[in-house]
């Protein structure tokens, strides 16, 4: 039984809290490694078919404040970089599900936390939403891939800024330089991040998911290759049976239920 995260499920929809109270959601090791299996485990579940990333109750509003400081204070050279390579192989689990993973930032996003939702494919806030990357305060570097993600969300200037001096972004700065999509006051953040993951979960899946792999692999491709992936992919879709279903249903004007195939 996980202790420190639990997921639930509402028809295609699922919802992973980060549950950690007494520790405002701060990620150690046993943290990481349920959210590793909880994210296996819907990676695999075809039913599901949009994803939700927040945190639990905690004292404070949060997210995940970060790293857990404690656990990493004795670490070693090797010690530091397995629990790097654990975070990065979370993270690259999450960004590469497959379906579409939604950071509902629901407080203090910090170190681990902001990586964490940065790994998500977008990032929805509530107003007190607070962000950052502040390791170099305490003589360390992001590890969970905070000095790759950031820059390609908001740009090297404005990364490097929150990295080198460690300050916070608030959730309407984060917005205003593309980090998070949208801003909801605290108390309709989750009914509104579900309306989000509910639409999605009513487009055709394959469609969804093949749309994830053209942006994501192609953004690091020239774009030249970047379009002859997209081509790839549009003809490949047009094998579906959903596709099909899809079309028709838009001629006839009728409603459509994706079956996935």
């Given at each position: 039984?996980?202790?420190?995260?639990?997921?639930?499920?509402?028809?295609?929809?699922?919802?992973?809290?980060?549950?950690?109270?007494?520790?405002?959601?701060?990620?150690?090791?046993?943290?990481?490694?349920?959210?590793?299996?909880?994210?296996?485990?819907?990676?695999?579940?075809?039913d599901?078919?949009?994803?939700?990333?927040?945190?639990?109750?905690?004292?404070?509003?949060?997210?995940?404040?970060?790293?857990?400081?404690?656990?990493?204070?004795?670490?070693?050279?090797?010690?530091?970089?397995?629990?790097?390579?654990?975070?990065?192989?979370l993270?690259?689990?999450?960004?590469?599900?497959?379906?579409?993973v939604?950071?509902?930032?629901?407080?203090?996003?910090?170190?681990?936390?902001?990586?964490?939702?940065?790994?998500?494919?977008?990032?929805v806030?509530?107003?007190?939403?607070k962000?950052?990357?502040?390791?170099?305060?305490?003589?360390?570097?992001?590890?969970?891939?905070?000095?790759?993600?950031?820059?390609?969300?908001?740009?090297?200037g404005?990364?490097?800024?929150?990295?080198?001096?460690?300050?916070?972004m608030?959730a309407e700065?984060?917005?205003?330089?593309?980090?998070?999509n949208?801003v909801f006051?605290?108390?309709?953040?989750?009914?509104k991040?579900?309306?989000?993951?509910?639409?999605?979960a009513?487009?055709?899946?394959?469609?969804?998911?093949l749309?994830?792999?053209?942006?994501?692999?192609?953004?690091?491709?020239?774009?030249?290759?970047?379009?002859?992936?997209?081509?790839n992919?549009?003809?490949?879709v047009?094998?579906?049976?959903?596709?099909?279903?899809?079309l028709?249903?838009?001629?006839?004007?009728?409603?459509?239920?994706?079956?996935?195939?």
């Amino acid at each position: 039984m996980a202790e420190n995260t639990r997921t639930e499920r509402e028809g295609a929809v699922a919802t992973v809290f980060v549950a950690r109270p007494s520790k405002l959601n701060a990620l150690n090791d046993a943290t990481l490694v349920e959210l590793t299996e909880a994210f296996s485990e819907l990676a695999g579940d075809e039913d599901i078919r949009c994803v939700i990333l927040t945190g639990g109750e905690a004292k404070r509003p949060a997210f995940v404040a970060g790293a857990d400081i404690a656990e990493m204070a004795d670490q070693d050279p090797m010690t530091a970089k397995e629990r790097s390579r654990l975070g990065q192989g979370l993270c690259d689990l999450i960004e590469g599900l497959g379906k579409p993973v939604i950071a509902a930032v629901n407080g203090f996003a910090l170190g681990g936390g902001l990586e964490l939702a940065l790994a998500c494919h977008f990032r929805v806030a509530s107003a007190d939403a607070k962000m950052g990357l502040p390791e170099t305060t305490l003589g360390i570097i992001p590890g969970f891939g905070g000095t790759q993600r950031l820059p390609r969300a908001i740009g090297v200037g404005r990364a490097l800024e929150m990295i080198t001096t460690g300050r916070m972004m608030d959730a309407e700065e984060a917005r205003a330089c593309g980090l998070v999509n949208h801003v909801f006051a605290p108390d309709e953040l989750m009914a509104k991040t579900n309306e989000i993951a509910a639409t999605i979960a009513r487009n055709g899946p394959i469609a969804v998911r093949l749309a994830l792999e053209s942006v994501l692999r192609g953004s690091s491709q020239p774009l030249s290759e970047g379009l002859a992936l997209e081509s790839n992919l549009f003809g490949l879709v047009a094998a579906t049976e959903d596709m099909h279903a899809g079309l028709k249903a838009f001629v006839e004007k009728r409603h459509v239920e994706y079956k996935n195939r």
